[in-house]
């Protein structure tokens, strides 16, 4: 098990950009010892949770949901235990609660067994 923490949302203009982060720390050394994926998910209200980004333990793959191509990036810095979430030309529709996610790597929900506590992002337009 994982325990993420998310940091860095708030409000910004629609175009402008933020950068969420989530520290992330193992509370058992097996944990610590999986080459865990990680992944960013975020829910607007009355929405379903949906999958935006993910990247893999080594960062040799990384994959985005079509609507944030080109204006989010992810990234991992395994020596810090940080996971990133850079987001440029931000759009009214980003606004969400945003969930940094540990485990298997994909785009489903269920490939992720630890959940951060969420961090609302708001873009006004």
């Known amino acids: 098990q994982v325990r993420l923490v998310e940091s860095g949302g708030g409000l910004v203009q629609a175009g402008g950009s933020l950068r969420l982060s989530c520290a992330a720390s193992?509370?058992?050394?097996?944990?610590?010892?999986?080459?865990?994926?990680m992944g960013w998910f975020r829910q607007a209200p009355g929405k379903e949770r949906e999958f935006v980004a993910a990247i893999t333990w080594n960062s040799s793959r990384s994959i985005y949901v079509d609507s944030v191509k080109g204006r989010f990036t992810i990234s991992r810095d395994n020596a810090k235990n940080m996971l990133y979430l850079q987001m440029n030309s931000l759009k009214p529709e980003d606004t969400a609660v945003y969930y940094c996610?540990?485990?298997?790597?994909?785009?489903?929900?269920?490939?992720?067994?630890?959940w951060g506590q969420g961090i609302q992002v708001t873009v006004s337009s």
């Open positions: 996610a540990a485990g298997i790597f994909g785009s489903s929900r269920s490939s992720y067994d630890d």
């Open positions: 193992a509370l058992t050394f097996s944990t610590y010892a999986m080459g865990y994926a």
